[in-house]
């Protein structure tokens, strides 16, 4: 079948929609509301084309390509259509450019230059609206939202959470938390991460950083997550799943940070603390089965929220931002002669849900936090962006020594599967160590647990004992598992599509196809470090046999949980006249 | 069966459309949901009882004067496609006609011939106020669904995937009546017409689907004798005509309201369009929702700024989600160009 878009004959397959072929070959088509992780909505009204004679334009998203459609993609009429909803939909995104995270990569803008938009043309009719904060981690600025509902799309058909919805009718409608005793939020920040105007967005701690930066009083240190640096590049327009780890280290010295970590170093500590429960619970008959991961804190505050029940069954391991805190925050700090309290510790995480992590009580040191503050990737992008930092062009810097950039296993910590694999690596080898079965297998990759699906299992002989592992990838498929979920003895759940590299405070977009370039990018990782298995990581097993030696397990190793009756809602007044206005920055 | 195809034939043969507006084959979209049987275990019927464009008043009209025939309608409708796959009938009534005609309507189920459908009719209404996208058929089955009411993208049609995602008929009153003034031989092509505003008598009337305007006016003794101009189809989205535009017959939802030329205020009825348009705007697409609502302002500002009024009406006819948004050109067009253009002549 073919049709013409501008006049060039094009092939399709039966059921694409006029987006989709339309982008297949190299035209392009603005979509607001399009999202390919989202039910198809039209809502936003910008991917409207010209199908020659009809009446009415068409949107792309939503309309099937048919056989002899002559489209038109630019023409006057588009141009028009497209030019006044713009001026429509600025009428109630109200600028904030100057402290937006997206403000270097804002579709709004970009067509507003496109189709000579004047985007002060309606008065803004949202400037009264309210922020909804959902703990420190996310919020929801009504005075910024486009009403496309891809937040409650994003919370309600992939996370399946349904903590957001539609209130009101027409121009009252506003996205609102559902208040509903039986429902909460887990802060994953899927919602920020479907969101194409920022109304959706994380709470952000950059600025709180960056005052930070200029103290001299206080020792600043950074640590960036396993999947940031498989990400990070794509807000610098370099090919997906590239890898920049070492212009990452750059970066965060130049913006001013005086000591750079990888929280890899983290993930090791986490996967022989976690191995090492596995081992333990599998020793005693009695042991809660099955073990779950607790590193994504999402699915924590799904855990303490939804099924306190399963309390019990989560590793009292700490999450790998925690376990590197720790360790800067006691080792470090004594070998470098510096008192934790002067020490900041700034995450640098593919997550929204690391914030709310973060401030957990359970998770403090002499009543300060380990963690001092969060920032997800896209405010990194921000900061090297505003900072003028020409990220491309930057050298590769080495970690500084004491806690290097970990395992292999560390680096797929951020693909769904990965924590698993990383601790069933360590486990599976160091049971056979103390094996007297000289055939025990100690194979190294465990290819079953990986990749994009909803939920993937295997059966692992650990030392001739078969235990049943699964793999719940995205929160949106837990209810499947949960039923069938005491035939496992090892469960990961991770509440983001694909792990932590699909996470809530990732570049902008995160596709499936995304997903999968990142998750490539991290097993790439993987094959090229020089030990594969936490435990084989020599500077990492000297600092964990310290920790256990000091006593420390309980400050830094461990942790607990305790069921909660609700998330955390605030609601805050927006200011009438934003300071921060589209005039004062120039993009 | 026989029965059956008797039925869809005398349907198709009476030439049978869609009176809620949209003046679609009653035929097609029945056996369209017959077709969808093949494939899925079960149906719905919904009866939409709406009516939710102001100066339109038939579906009151049969609800208290035919039920029977209307009840007749949804029950050869449940035949037609099978008894056993129609697991419920909603009634869908707004408040007004539910507190009025629900009671008269029990008693007429009650009677042995329907205790078929009896007992799967679900009353459905709407407590708020008047709501005129719940009378959109998609928007209607997301209100009984409890979703937000609001229309949904098309394909699927309901009559494929409508009702919790299972095929669905869904017609209008008068539809159902037809139905069964056909079935029993009775159907002769007659519509009912609301006549309405600065008449003598106003009221519901039956006719020919032949007969024009000023014939229904002429019938119905509704004759101005000052200068007035008249909108069909209703009062929020029919076409405005002069009164020598009038020797066509009325489209749409079949209503005929009158306006006295010199008494009406120019300014006034074209800000009650757009009030009621910007209120009914459910909310879904930015044409509508902020086009609207920015026609509104404008049209309470001293002076208007006609390039920003003339683009915004065109983004809302081309570029709009459903027929709501759609539909608020017609008025304001047609009152330009049949009337306010001729006058300032």
């Known amino acids: 079948m073919s049709l013409k878009i501008n006049g060039k004959k094009i092939n399709f397959k039966q059921g694409q929609s006029i987006l989709d072929v339309a982008t297949q070959s190299g035209f392009e088509v603005p979509a607001l509301c399009h999202h390919p992780d989202l039910s198809v909505q039209a809502n936003c009204r910008i991917c409207v084309v010209e199908i020659i004679g009809r009446d009415n334009l068409f949107t792309a998203c939503s309309t099937i390509a048919e056989n002899g459609m002559d489209i038109l993609t630019e023409s006057p009429r588009v141009k028009k259509a497209r030019k006044v909803n713009l001026e429509l939909l600025f009428g109630q995104h109200v600028l904030k450019c100057a402290t937006c995270t997206l403000r270097y990569n804002c579709e709004l803008l970009k067509l507003a230059a496109k189709y000579k938009v004047d985007i002060k043309h309606f008065k803004n009719r949202k400037v009264k609206r309210k922020t909804y904060k959902f703990a420190n981690a996310v919020e929801i600025d009504g005075s910024q939202c486009i009403d496309c509902k891809n937040c409650i799309n994003a919370c309600s058909e992939v996370q399946k959470i349904n903590y957001l919805k539609m209130d009101g009718v027409g121009i009252n409608q506003e996205v609102v938390p559902v208040l509903d005793k039986d429902t909460a939020c887990i802060y994953c920040g899927q919602c920020t991460l479907h969101c194409p105007v920022a109304a959706a967005q994380e709470q952000m701690a950059?600025?709180?950083?960056?005052?930070?930066?200029?103290?001299?009083?206080?020792?600043?240190?950074?640590?960036?997550?396993?999947?940031?640096?498989?990400?990070?590049?794509?807000?610098?327009?370099?090919?997906?799943?590239?890898?920049?780890?070492?212009?990452?280290?750059?970066?965060?010295?130049?913006?001013?940070?005086?000591?750079?970590?990888?929280?890899?170093?983290?993930?090791?500590?986490?996967?022989?603390?976690?191995?090492?429960?596995?081992?333990?619970?599998?020793?005693?008959?009695?042991?809660?089965?099955?073990?779950?991961?607790?590193?994504?804190?999402?699915?924590?505050?799904?855990?303490?929220?939804?099924?306190?029940?399963?309390?019990?069954?989560?590793?009292?391991?700490?999450?790998?931002?925690?376990?590197?805190?720790?360790?800067?925050?006691?080792y470090w700090a004594k070998k470098q002669k510096i008192k934790a309290k002067n020490i900041i510790v700034v995450s640098i995480v593919p997550c929204t849900a690391k914030k709310y992590e973060a401030a957990r009580s359970e998770l403090k040191l002499n009543g300060q936090p380990l963690v001092d503050f969060v920032l997800t990737t896209r405010e990194l992008a921000f900061l090297i962006k505003k900072n003028n930092i020409n990220f491309n062009q930057l050298p590769d810097s080495p970690l500084e020594k004491l806690f290097n950039n970990g395992s292999g296993a560390a680096a797929i910590y951020g693909a769904s599967g990965g924590v698993m694999e990383s601790a069933l690596r360590s486990a599976n080898a160091l049971i056979c160590k103390s094996s007297k079965n000289k055939t025990c297998d100690s194979h190294l990759e465990f290819k079953e647990v990986r990749g994009l699906a909803g939920f993937k299992e295997a059966v692992v002989n650990l030392d001739g004992k078969k235990i049943k592992v699964g793999v719940v990838n995205g929160i949106g498929n837990i209810s499947k598992v949960l039923p069938t979920i005491h035939k496992y003895h090892y469960i990961e759940v991770m509440a983001c599509p694909g792990g932590c590299l699909g996470g809530g405070g990732q570049p902008i977009p995160t596709t499936k196809a995304i997903r999968q370039k990142r998750l490539e990018g991290l097993y790439a990782i993987d094959k090229t470090r020089t030990t594969r298995r936490a435990h084989e990581n020599i500077e990492m097993m000297e600092y964990y046999n310290w920790a256990k030696n000091n006593n420390l397990s309980a400050q830094v190793l461990h942790t607990k949980y305790k069921a909660t009756k609700s998330s955390i809602l605030s609601v805050k007044k927006n200011s009438k006249n934003p300071i921060l206005d589209y005039v004062s920055f120039r993009c | 069966m026989s029965k059956n195809i008797s039925l869809i034939n005398k349907i198709e043969n009476a030439g049978l459309v869609g009176r809620g507006g949209g003046g679609f084959s009653v035929a097609k979209k029945w056996q369209a949901v017959k077709d969808s049987l093949k494939e899925k275990k079960f149906a719905y019927i919904i009866i939409n009882g709406a009516e939710g464009e102001p100066g339109v008043k038939k579906d009151g009209f049969i609800l208290s004067h035919y039920g029977e025939e209307l009840i007749n309608g949804v029950f050869l409708a449940n035949e037609f496609l099978g008894d056993k796959k129609i697991k419920n009938i909603y009634f869908f009534l707004n408040h007004e006609y539910y507190k009025k005609y629900a009671a008269g309507l029990k008693s007429i189920l009650s009677l042995k011939k329907y205790s078929r459908i009896e007992s799967k009719i679900i009353f459905t209404i709407k407590s708020e106020k008047l709501s005129y996208i719940s009378g959109e058929e998609s928007a209607l089955i997301n209100l009984i669904e409890g979703k937000k009411v609001e229309p949904r993208l098309k394909p699927p049609y309901p009559a494929s995937s409508g009702l919790f995602n299972m095929p669905t008929l869904i017609n209008n009153t008068e539809t159902f009546y037809n139905v069964s003034r056909v079935e029993r031989n009775k159907f002769n092509g007659e519509r009912f017409y609301t006549v309405n505003g600065d008449v003598k008598h106003r009221g519901v009337y039956l006719y020919s689907d032949e007969m024009t305007i000023s014939e229904v006016l002429k019938k119905t003794n509704n004759i101005p004798s000052f200068e007035y101009f008249v909108q069909i189809g209703g009062e929020a989205a029919g076409e405005v005509l002069r009164s020598d535009q009038l020797d066509r017959p009325v489209e749409g939802a079949g209503s005929i309201m009158v306006y006295d030329l010199k008494k009406t205020d120019k300014n006034k009825l074209i800000k009650y369009w757009l009030n009621f348009y910007r209120n009914e705007s459910c909310g879904n697409c930015t044409s509508c929702r902020e086009g609207t609502h920015r026609l509104w302002e404008l049209s309470n500002q001293k002076e208007i700024d006609f390039e920003t009024f003339w683009d915004l009406i065109s983004v809302l006819e081309e570029a709009s989600f459903c027929g709501l948004g759609r539909s608020l050109p017609v008025p304001i067009r047609s009152y330009y160009l049949n009337i306010l253009s001729i006058l300032k002549k």
């Not at chain 1, 396993?226 to 990070?232: A, D, E, G, K, Q």
């Not at chain 1, 429960?277 to 042991?287: F, T, V």
């Open chain 1, 206 to 330: 950059w600025a709180q950083v960056e005052l930070l930066l200029k103290n001299k009083n206080k020792v600043v240190v950074a640590q960036f997550a396993p999947s940031v640096r498989v990400s990070l590049g794509e807000e610098f327009s370099m090919p997906y799943g590239t890898n920049c780890e070492g212009k990452i280290v750059t970066a965060l010295k130049k913006i001013g940070f005086n000591h750079v970590f990888d929280v890899n170093f983290g993930a090791d500590i986490t996967t022989i603390t976690e191995a090492e429960e596995l081992l333990e619970r599998l020793k005693n008959k009695k042991s809660v089965f099955p073990l779950m991961t607790s590193c994504c804190p999402a699915w924590v505050a799904y855990v303490e929220f939804y099924h306190p029940e399963l309390i019990p069954n989560l590793t009292s391991a700490r999450s790998p931002q925690t376990h590197l805190a720790g360790a800067i925050k006691t």
